[in-house]
């Protein structure tokens, strides 16, 4: 309760402040306060997730970040988060903060500064002494990149972690749910070099849509087990998750939540194939 009465009022505090970058959030699945960095406040993305809860969501080029101000915004978020644990005690830092994470309203990894705003907020927390899991939230589809390999080995070296998304089962899934006409052969090969690199999760959404009247749910299963089935022993585990919040894209009226069972039915098949995995209605 406390945990929680605290992101309220920092969520009143950041309500008085005009951050662009940084937002957090609270993570009902961790329980705590999740710092989430936006480096596309424009709303652009290199995707088209039918289920993505960004209004506006455009393709584009990503905006130019103002490195300054993103660190001045992070500064300010954790002075007023130490001035709580003054007033709480230090214990209070780990469950409060549960991570510093690049997600915000466009594919990180697409912005020309992802590496320096990495770099930023190693800074930021090796001065303030401050040891948070930072974490990229990725659609994976820029690592075939050198800058973007090495921004990962960076994570990697400040003991943060990845989680990469694959929603699909086939090709034709990965154009229908993601808007990508990536091949998923060459995703999941993109995705084998995220593993080398840093530890990484994969992340996915399990999404029904009406198509032509018939309700179908994906990713589908053979493919989807298929694809990863090199994979036990290279990722961490596999989060999966339901729609909680709407999409704001034109897809919304055809997308339906599926029931927490159909989301356990998927946890079960991918821990017989020996995969530990979390799963999130
Ligand atoms: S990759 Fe993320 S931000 Fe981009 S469209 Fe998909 S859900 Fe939205």
Not at 90 to 109: K, N, R, V
Not at 124 to 149: D, E, F, M, P, Y
Not at 231 to 260: C, E, F, M, N, T
């Amino acid at each position: 309760m406390l945990l929680q009465a605290l992101f309220s009022e920092l969520a009143a505090y950041t309500a008085t402040r005009d951050w662009q970058y940084v937002y957090p959030v609270w993570s009902r699945r961790a329980q705590g306060i999740s710092i989430g960095i936006n480096l596309h406040p424009n709303h652009s993305c290199n995707w088209h997730c039918i289920y993505c809860q960004v209004p506006g969501l455009q393709r584009g080029p990503s905006p130019m970040i103002d490195i300054a101000r993103l660190q001045t915004e992070l500064e300010h978020c954790l002075d007023w988060i130490s001035a709580q644990a003054v007033k709480h005690g230090p214990d209070l830092l780990s469950p409060l903060i549960q991570d510093i994470a690049f997600a915000g309203d466009g594919e990180p990894t697409t912005s020309p500064q992802f590496n320096q705003t990495l770099n930023v907020i190693s800074q930021v927390l090796k001065h303030r002494q401050l040891v948070i899991l930072v974490r990229l939230i990725t659609n994976g589809s820029q690592l075939q990149h050198a800058h973007v390999q090495h921004a990962i080995q960076c994570l990697h070296a400040l003991g943060g972690e990845v989680w990469f998304k694959l929603d699909a089962g086939s090709d034709a899934e990965m154009r229908a749910v993601n808007g990508s006409h990536v091949p998923l052969a060459l995703h999941m090969q993109r995705l084998h070099t995220c593993c080398s690199l840093c530890r990484t999760w994969v992340q996915t959404a399990i999404v029904s849509r009406k198509v032509y009247q018939q309700l179908v749910t994906t990713p589908s299963l053979p493919g989807y087990i298929t694809a990863l089935q090199a994979y036990q022993d290279k990722v961490a585990g596999i989060l999966l998750y339901g729609i909680a919040r709407p999409s704001q894209q034109a897809a919304a009226a055809s997308l339906q939540p599926v029931a927490a069972s159909v989301i356990e039915d998927y946890a079960v098949e991918l821990r017989a194939q020996g995969f530990q995995v979390r799963a999130f209605d």
